[in-house]
């Protein structure tokens, strides 16, 4: 259990690094504001320059539906960053709030060695996704970076993303390389910020779904005794912490899991369309454009997932104070007392307070991109 916790640990530090490269980590002891707000600004043009110069080129392309989906996966991305990079920095508070209070208790009693079992219950689940989608974003901007390099061996000049930029300059020369310069570390923040602020939804979701599970066992050692009062107010405590927890994750995380739902159904709808309109691309575009729709499954699924096992391990605790020995005990106070905690509704992740976070929301992303696909090759048979 030792080693899971390393793990954990490890896990933690990936998402935080790469959220403070771009400046959205609220850690105000070892990021000064300074440093935060630089980062933030740099993630927040690189994305914001990227995302208005291949909308010019799908703006020049509209006419063409092959060219427009070639664009329009990239563009996504580049606006969602952009978005991302300014949402973050707004709900500051809750973030903070957040790591004061369920991330802190997830660790505090992640020290006490007969809670680990329960706290890291579902982490392997967790650590899956993280790395997976890390690598595989990393991998496709990889990919994106190398293909103009290999066409310099055929000697053609191509930019890693479908763009027009506002001005001229000459293939080959000095402005061309800056520019090359410029999409990479553009595709530094693509990466570090996808990554990131995707992975640290699963990571409040974990401390939850741990601290959950533990509430669970406490509820089921209730007992009528002289110490129940101050059993149940800590498990009481703790369960409204939960709840806070629960909407401060609402208002951070509610506009993206909606923006998500909507942009990847679209997005995959243009991977499709384009994979089926690629009869004479390279291997390494048939690869980029597989991986990519891989990643916006994964994607759609993890964040599903993860409301899905909030409500999950919230139904679970509603079930073990109902089925502890209250019934029994002929305490009219205790049971009184439990009666009310029983009235409290199961915590569902609700983005916006309009759309449930639940399995089903995956199905409904991957039927809502087939209706778009059909869409598009009526628009290009026409």
Aim: charge should be positive; charged fraction near 15%; hydrophobic fraction near 45%.
């Amino acid at each position: 259990m030792e080693h899971d916790v390393k793990k954990y640990f490890k896990y933690k530090r990936g998402i935080v690094f790469m959220l403070s490269a771009s400046g959205v980590w609220p850690n105000y002891t070892s990021h000064p504001a300074a440093v935060r707000l630089f980062l933030n600004i740099c993630s927040a043009l690189a994305s914001g320059c990227m995302f208005y110069c291949i909308v010019n080129f799908c703006l020049n392309y509209a006419t063409n539906i092959n060219a427009f989906t070639s664009c329009l996966g990239l563009m996504i991305g580049f606006f969602s960053t952009f978005i991302k990079v300014i949402i973050l920095p707004m709900q500051k508070e809750d973030l903070q709030s957040l790591n004061e209070g369920v991330s802190a208790s997830y660790e505090r009693n992640l020290r006490i060695v007969k809670f680990r079992h329960h706290l890291l219950a579902h982490f392997p689940m967790f650590s899956r996704f993280f790395y997976l989608y890390s690598y595989s974003v990393g991998m496709s901007v990889l990919l994106l970076t190398i293909m103009p390099l290999l066409a310099l061996r055929q000697g053609k000049y191509v930019r890693m993303y479908p763009q027009l930029v506002p001005f001229s300059y000459e293939p080959g020369g000095s402005l061309h390389w800056s520019i090359y310069a410029f999409e990479v570390f553009c595709g530094f923040y693509l990466w570090s910020v996808t990554s990131g602020v995707d992975s640290v939804f699963g990571l409040y979701a974990l401390h939850m779904v741990g601290e959950l599970r533990l509430l669970n066992v406490r509820f089921q050692m209730l007992k009528s005794s002289n110490n129940y009062a101050k059993d149940l107010k800590s498990c009481v405590d703790s369960h409204i912490m939960l709840m806070e927890s629960r909407h401060k994750l609402q208002r951070i995380f509610g506009f993206l899991a909606i923006w998500l739902a909507i942009t990847c159904a679209i997005a995959l709808c243009a991977l499709v369309f384009q994979a089926l309109q690629a009869k004479h691309a390279t291997i390494i575009r048939i690869i980029y454009l597989c991986g990519h729709c891989f990643l916006k499954l994964l994607q759609a699924y993890f964040y599903a997932w993860y409301g899905n096992i909030i409500a999950i391990e919230s139904d679970a605790c509603q079930s073990a104070i109902y089925e502890s020995q209250w019934p029994g005990s002929g305490d009219k106070r205790f049971m009184n007392d439990v009666l009310v905690v029983l009235s409290q509704t199961p915590m569902i992740f609700k983005a916006k307070q309009w759309m449930p976070l639940r399995l089903d929301m995956f199905s409904k992303v991957v039927h809502t991109s087939v209706s778009y696909f059909f869409l598009l090759r009526t628009l290009d048979e026409s």
